[in-house]
């Protein structure tokens, strides 16, 4: 079987709507002459989104005691900068919140990798010269496409995937792998070019002809996802830390080490305040 791009895109329109949104919302969010109106109208449409972020803006994340119960004090309160966090964690938490099954996967640890991911890119993001919030945004979304081929697996294959390799089982099983069919639906939602093919090429980033930073800074931040004890099943082959890497990415082994420390901290922290 192969899937090609409309029907991943059919498969995209059934999920959650908030992810989308995010997309779009985020094209805004980079866009200096967007008026704070146009971005509450933009959340305003998803009614989910909605909620999270102004539940979010109530966390402990943000430190403040009194309770808003409005979007608009949700996006005061958490200030332009950090919505692009928020909006992110909202979506993702949409997308992680039924197992999958097919991949051996449960929900709470699909939830799990996402964050702790997020946070080690994000971190690692400046020494490569990659703007923070693209990496934040990949290491949230990169298991798109899993949720997707999930819903097609029961048709086609009866148990779970529990296999050394993750990626080979995907494309031997849908032509493709879960990170293209994610590429491929986040460059049909417009989201930057950049998280796209960091995702697409973030399993094996020294295979691409051309520099693929974003790519390797994604795979850092898988490593240091797995070494935290939230890896997937099936993943650990791609997290090898070589000097190749390393060097693509813009750190040394002590940088590394250091993010990770850091990447636990705010892992704790984010999880902490949505719990």
């Keep these: 079987m192969s899937l090609d791009h409309a029907t991943i895109v059919t498969l995209g329109s059934k999920l959650a709507p908030s992810s989308a949104t995010y997309g779009r919302l985020r094209a805004k969010l980079e866009n200096p002459a967007t008026e704070l109106g146009d971005i509450i109208g933009l959340i305003r449409l998803d009614p989910a989104l909605t909620f999270r972020i102004i539940r979010l803006s109530n966390s402990v994340l943000f430190g403040l005691r009194t309770h808003n119960d409005s979007l608009d004090g949700a996006v005061a309160r958490v200030g332009m900068r950090e919505l692009n966090r928020v909006a992110g964690i909202a979506a993702a938490q949409q997308l992680c919140q039924r197992d999958l099954h097919h991949f051996g996967i449960p929900a709470s640890e699909l939830w799990e990798n996402a964050v702790a991911t997020a946070a080690a890119a994000e971190l690692l993001a400046p020494y490569a010269g990659m703007e923070p919030g693209l990496a934040y945004t990949s ?26 390799m993750l990626s080979e089982w995907e494309r031997g099983m849908f032509g493709t792998t ?22 697409r090429g973030h399993l094996d980033p020294l295979a691409s002809p051309t520099s693929n930073v974003g790519a390797g800074v994604l795979n850092l931040a898988g490593a240091i996802a797995s070494g935290l004890g939230l890896g997937l099943p099936g993943e650990a082959p791609h997290w090898i830390v070589t000097p190749a890497k390393l060097t693509l990415a813009g750190v040394t082994e002590a940088v590394l080490e250091e993010c990770a420390n850091k990447a636990r901290e705010n892992y704790c922290a984010l999880c902490g305040s949505i719990g």
């Design 139 to 164: 290491g949230l979304l990169r298991n798109l496409g899993r949720v997707i081929l999930e819903d097609l697996a029961p048709e086609l294959y009866p148990g779970a995937a529990i296999v050394p």
């Design 178 to 199: 879960a990170a293209e069919v994610t590429a491929d639906l986040l460059d049909h939602w417009r989201f930057p070019a950049d998280v796209a093919e960091a995702i």
